[in-house]
T-cell receptor, first 110, second 116 residues
Framework: RKEVEQDPGPFNVPEGATVAFNCTYS??????FFWYRQDCRKEPKLLMS?????NEDGRFTAQLNRASQYISLLIRDSKLSDSATYLC???????????WGAGTKLIIKP | EAGVTQFPSHSVIEKGQTVTLRCDPI?????LYWYRRVMGKEIKFLLH????????ESGMPNNRFLAERTGGTYSTLKVQPAELEDSGVYFC??????????????FGPGTRLTVL
């Protein structure tokens, strides 16, 4: 079983729509959670950290459910520029390793 | 401020040859990481330096891989001899020393390695 599982997609979504991605992680000792964004043939970039109480950054909302070991990302009013691969990432408190999901590809269509 | 830089951006070599990848972290970042993404798979951690010391090399696949960070500045990752399964994108990242909590890792553009 993979440590971090994501639906690979692609999710084809019309511009302006709302889209949600989910991710599950297997290690209950995971302490820190993130969503990274990766554009084609580019490096991953931190989109947002995910906090237990849930957090919002503009059109993006992240949620964490520790009991179910589940993380979500919601994108509202999607833009063409949101097209990318979204990577779910976790970290153990004991080290600095980032543990990655394989990513969910999002395509926003005009 | 300059970000993490990596050299070369692409490398194509034959099986059995040696390749050395270089990473220059963001100035002042003591933490330096190497990650790898093999085609169709998720990004995987290789190792972590704090200054010139290897803090965690649990992700290094085998002894054909050698990472160094002499002087605690730039780092090199040497693959010798390269095998077909070493093909992928090698990312380097750096972060500041933590004062509590997680410090964001900033990634370089990666080196795309193809072993023929």
């Amino acid at each position: 079983r993979k440590e971090v599982e994501q639906d690979p997609g692609p999710f084809n979504v019309p511009e302006g729509a709302t889209v949600a991605f989910n991710c599950t992680y297997s290690n209950s000792a995971s302490q820190s959670f993130f969503w990274y964004r990766q554009d084609c043939r580019k490096e991953p970039k931190l989109l947002m950290s995910v906090y237990s109480s849930g957090n919002e950054d503009g059109r993006f909302t992240a949620q964490l459910n520790r009991a179910s070991q589940y993380i979500s990302l919601l994108i509202r009013d999607s833009k063409l520029s949101d097209s990318a691969t979204y990577l779910c990432v976790v970290n153990m408190e004991s080290n600095y390793q980032l543990i990655w999901g394989a990513g969910t590809k999002l395509i926003i269509k005009p | 401020e300059a970000g993490v830089t990596q050299f070369p951006s692409h490398s194509v070599i034959e099986k059995g040859q040696t390749v050395t990848l270089r990473c220059d972290p963001i100035s002042g970042h003591d933490n330096l990481y190497w990650y790898r993404r093999v085609m169709g798979k998720e990004i995987k951690f290789l190792l972590h330096f704090v200054k010139e010391s290897k803090q965690d090399e649990s992700g290094m696949p085998n002894n054909r891989f050698l990472a160094e960070r002499t002087g605690g500045t730039y780092s090199t990752l040497k693959v010798q001899p390269a095998e077909l399964e070493d093909s992928g994108v090698y990312f380097c990242a750096s972060s500041q020393v933590g004062t509590g909590g997680f410090n964001e890792q900033f990634f370089g553009p990666g080196t795309r390695l193809t072993v023929l």
